[in-house]
Nanobody
Framework: QVQLVESGGGLVQPGGSLRLSCAAS????????MSWYRQAPGKERELIAS????????NYADSVKGRFTISRDNAKSTVYLQMNSLKPEDTAVYYC??????????????WGQGTQVTVSS
């Protein structure tokens, strides 16, 4: 079965760092676009970073650009999010997503269960 398992969340002070990991199984990881989303209480889920199947193309939301780095290790079927210079407004549940577009308008889309990141003094 398809599985995405996030880890690495926790409590950190403003200005601190965390590294999130998302371990994938049950599908061909190297064929999928991988993304990190986050959702704060009372807000919609937002896309914060994406990386193409071979890591050639990376995109970030303006809110995290210059502070966060997305990467992937296809040999380990794992995608990472390095978060530096953390701010209280980064507090949210962070979700891993796998996406693949197929021919004839078909697609695959998978989600992890999320990991909590809290930035507070």
């Amino acid at each position: 079965q398809v599985q995405l398992v996030e880890s690495g969340g926790g409590l950190v002070q403003p200005g601190g760092s965390l590294r999130l990991s998302c371990a994938a199984s049950g599908f061909t990881f190297s064929s999928y676009l991988m993304s990190w989303y986050r959702q704060a209480p009372g807000k919609e889920r937002e896309l914060i970073a994406s990386i193409s199947s071979q890591g050639a193309t990376i995109n970030y939301a303006d809110s995290v650009k210059g502070r966060f780095t997305i990467s992937r290790d296809n040999a380990k079927s794992t995608v990472y999010l390095q978060m530096n210079s953390l701010k209280p407004e980064d507090t949210a549940v962070y979700y891993c997503n796998a996406y693949r577009t197929l021919f004839l308008s078909k697609s695959s889309n998978y989600w992890g269960q999320g990991t909590q990141v809290t930035v507070s003094s």
